[in-house]
């Protein structure tokens, strides 16, 4: 969680994605993440409608998004903005160059489920 995001009520939001399984790619998408390389209007339009922390991990061509949403969080507002900024359009269509939705409907980031939490199992760890 972000410095901007401490004292504020989180929830987590978690997408996946993949990109083209070729080394050019894998290489090109690592560089266009490096600090400095994501557009800082890109950044701030994130922060504006309510992405407090956003961490991208990758495994091979599997990508991973961790986003820790403020209660203000405004998906279809970011995803507006970008057809008024064309840093950020541009930034869209760039990384969609290299990027595949992971199932045969086509969405985009498609929100995971959770299945899974350790500390749902406290009962069971304490009988053990």
């Given at each position: ?34 600090p400095g390389n994501t557009p800082p ?58 990027q595949r939705p992971p199932f045969a ?15 749902d199992h406290s009962k069971e760890t304490?009988?053990?």
């Amino acid at each position: 969680m972000s410095d901007a995001s401490a004292g504020m009520a989180t929830r987590r939001i978690v997408r996946i994605m993949d990109l083209a399984d070729d080394p050019a790619t894998l290489a090109a998408y690592d560089q266009a993440h490096a600090p400095g390389n994501t557009p800082p209007e890109v950044i701030a339009a994130q922060l504006r409608h309510g992405i407090a922390e956003l961490q991208i991990y990758r495994a091979g061509c599997r990508l991973v998004m961790l986003m820790d949403v403020t209660p203000d969080f405004d998906p279809e507002a970011l995803d507006a903005e970008r057809h008024v900024q064309a840093a950020i359009d541009q930034w869209h269509v760039r990384m969609g160059a290299l990027q595949r939705p992971p199932f045969a409907d086509g969405e985009a980031w498609p929100e995971a489920v959770r299945v899974f939490r350790q500390s749902d199992h406290s009962k069971e760890t304490e009988q053990a």
